[in-house]
């Protein structure tokens, strides 16, 4: 009888999958995803979705208080996993590699030897980016807190290994992600959600990067470089990923520009003299082939003449990129929430070095059917970074290592607030 009743209690545990609440901020939205995922059959669930249009930064205290209703409507909060997604101004996220050189390199690597070994890529990486995070969202270094680390590869002697236990290497090379936040803010955050819920915080383009690398097509296996472009209401944030032979070498932050959606369409409204939001109807429809030839076609010429401004400001920051100069094989993808008309994608971006990337689109639905995963959103969008959150956890899921790198995180970080109640 006992055992009947722990079966049942494991099935619907099972059924149900593991919880998780997904936070998206974004310059000018917030949201709050509730989803289910089942990891062995690769589904992930969106049972609600609630939306604030505002950003974090432009209204605190309303955006604090949406999110306070929100999970106060969520019962049994304390069992669900937080994903917090986050805008640049928020949260900085590099990937990168650090080296480190064994004073022993014959003697063999054990548990000891591999925490310390992880200990002090996380120290090199923190030391070196902080700084750069502090001045990139605008912040005193002491006002900069490192939220999440993942450890993403190892190499020993220049060969990726899975388990470096029981060998020995004169140098080992940790790939790894870190989050740096602000203070104030994750603090707030921390106020809000249950304690040690956190199971993932990344700046949401940084983390958009690194998926589109793995799941990249066929069409795109070449690739050794590519910019990030999240094409936001208010202003678009230009990312940057180098890709290595078996894993992403560096995913960084280059800069944005202050053009958005929002700025297309109201400089549309103002040639045709309606307001943005018709303007941005037009163009819908435009897109969608249901609009007449003679309306197409000027449609294009301004859209052409808006595009070449903006693919300007955007390869003026790739250029002043170095890590572009070396790749011989890049391109630019584009990240949209809606779907953007054809011709976006007409122009060729042209770096002060003659070098030429095609622009292309980041396409949802291509990138979840290579992942293998099955997004059931009946009622709620699932949105793109709602997605890549899940699948970051999916990829990065080696808990033995990123256990100890949590525990090295823990002690960089000050103790946790009372929450309210």
């Given at each position: 009888?006992?055992?009947?009743?722990?079966?049942?209690?494991?099935?619907?545990?099972?059924?149900?999958?593991?919880?998780f609440l997904?936070?998206?901020?974004?310059?000018?939205?917030?949201?709050?995803?509730?989803?289910?995922?089942?990891?062995?059959?690769?589904?992930?669930?969106?049972?609600?979705?609630?939306?604030?249009?505002?950003?974090?930064?432009?209204?605190?205290?309303?955006?604090?208080?949406?999110?306070?209703?929100i999970?106060?409507?969520i019962?049994?909060?304390?069992?669900?996993?937080?994903?917090?997604?986050?805008?640049?101004?928020?949260?900085?996220?590099?990937?990168?590699?650090?080296?480190?050189?064994?004073?022993?390199?014959?003697?063999?690597?054990?548990?000891?030897?591999?925490?310390?070994?992880?200990?002090?890529?996380?120290?090199q990486?923190?030391?070196?980016?902080?700084?750069?995070?502090?001045?990139?969202?605008?912040?005193?270094?002491?006002?900069?807190?490192?939220?999440d680390?993942k450890?993403?590869?190892?190499?020993?002697?220049?060969?990726?290994?899975?388990?470096?236990?029981?060998?020995?290497?004169?140098?080992?090379?940790?790939?790894?992600?870190?989050?740096?936040?602000?203070?104030?803010?994750?603090?707030?955050?921390?106020?809000?959600?249950?304690?040690?819920?956190?199971?993932?915080?990344?700046?949401?383009?940084?983390?958009?990067?690194?998926?589109?690398?793995?799941?990249?097509?066929?069409?795109?296996?070449d690739?050794?470089?590519?910019?990030?472009?999240?094409?936001?209401?208010a202003?678009?944030?230009?990312?940057?990923?180098?890709?290595?032979?078996?894993?992403?070498?560096?995913?960084?932050?280059?800069?944005?520009?202050?053009?958005?959606?929002?700025?297309?369409?109201?400089?549309?409204?103002?040639?045709?003299?309606?307001?943005?939001?018709?303007a941005?109807?037009?163009i819908?429809?435009?897109?969608?082939?249901?609009?007449?030839?003679?309306?197409?076609?000027?449609?294009?010429?301004?859209?052409?003449?808006?595009?070449?401004?903006?693919c300007?400001?955007?390869?003026?920051?790739?250029?002043?990129?170095r890590?572009?100069?070396?790749?011989?094989?890049?391109?630019?993808?584009?990240?949209?929430?809606?779907?953007?008309?054809?011709?976006?994608?007409?122009?060729?971006?042209?770096?002060?070095?003659?070098?030429?990337?095609?622009?292309?689109?980041?396409?949802?639905?291509?990138?979840?059917?290579?992942?293998?995963?099955?997004?059931?959103?009946?009622?709620?969008?699932?949105?793109?970074?709602?997605?890549a959150?899940?699948l970051?956890?999916?990829?990065?899921?080696?808990?033995?290592?990123?256990?100890?790198?949590n525990?090295?995180?823990?002690?960089?970080?000050?103790?946790?607030?009372?929450?309210?109640?």
């Amino acid at each position: 009888m006992v055992f009947r009743s722990l079966e049942k209690i494991f099935t619907r545990f099972l059924r149900r999958g593991e919880r998780f609440l997904i936070v998206e901020i974004e310059d000018n939205s917030l949201s709050v995803s509730k989803a289910s995922v089942h990891w062995q059959d690769k589904k992930l669930k969106v049972l609600n979705k609630w939306t604030y249009n505002a950003g974090w930064t432009n209204d605190t205290a309303k955006a604090f208080s949406f999110l306070q209703k929100i999970l106060k409507r969520i019962p049994r909060l304390a069992a669900h996993k937080i994903i917090l997604v986050l805008e640049p101004r928020l949260a900085t996220t590099i990937h990168v590699s650090t080296k480190i050189i064994r004073d022993e390199g014959r003697k063999i690597i054990d548990e000891v030897d591999l925490d310390n070994l992880i200990s002090q890529a996380i120290w090199q990486v923190f030391d070196r980016e902080r700084s750069r995070s502090a001045d990139k969202m605008a912040l005193d270094d002491l006002d900069v807190l490192l939220v999440d680390v993942k450890i993403r590869n190892l190499k020993i002697d220049g060969h990726r290994v899975v388990n470096p236990l029981g060998f020995s290497a004169k140098t080992t090379e940790v790939f790894l992600s870190q989050t740096f936040a602000s203070r104030d803010f994750f603090e707030t955050m921390r106020v809000l959600f249950p304690r040690n819920q956190f199971v993932f915080i990344s700046e949401a383009g940084a983390m958009g990067a690194d998926i589109l690398a793995r799941l990249s097509s066929e069409k795109n296996k070449d690739l050794r470089a590519f910019a990030l472009v999240n094409l936001n209401s208010a202003r678009s944030d230009v990312y940057g990923a180098l890709i290595g032979e078996n894993c992403v070498d560096k995913i960084w932050y280059l800069d944005n520009l202050n053009l958005g959606r929002n700025d297309f369409y109201a400089n549309f409204g103002k040639h045709f003299m309606v307001q943005a939001s018709v303007a941005e109807n037009v163009i819908k429809r435009y897109a969608g082939g249901e609009v007449s030839s003679e309306l197409a076609n000027k449609l294009e010429r301004l859209m052409r003449k808006e595009w070449v401004v903006f693919c300007d400001g955007l390869a003026s920051i790739v250029s002043d990129s170095r890590d572009f100069k070396h790749a011989k094989n890049a391109a630019v993808f584009l990240r949209a929430e809606e779907n953007l008309p054809e011709i976006f994608y007409s122009e060729t971006l042209r770096l002060r070095d003659g070098k030429k990337m095609e622009i292309m689109p980041v396409v949802f639905r291509d990138i979840i059917s290579r992942s293998g995963f099955k997004i059931i959103a009946k009622k709620h969008k699932c949105s793109f970074f709602t997605a890549a959150g899940i699948l970051a956890l999916y990829y990065y899921s080696d808990e033995w290592l990123n256990k100890i790198a949590n525990r090295r995180l823990r002690w960089l970080m000050p103790r946790e607030k009372h929450r309210l109640t």
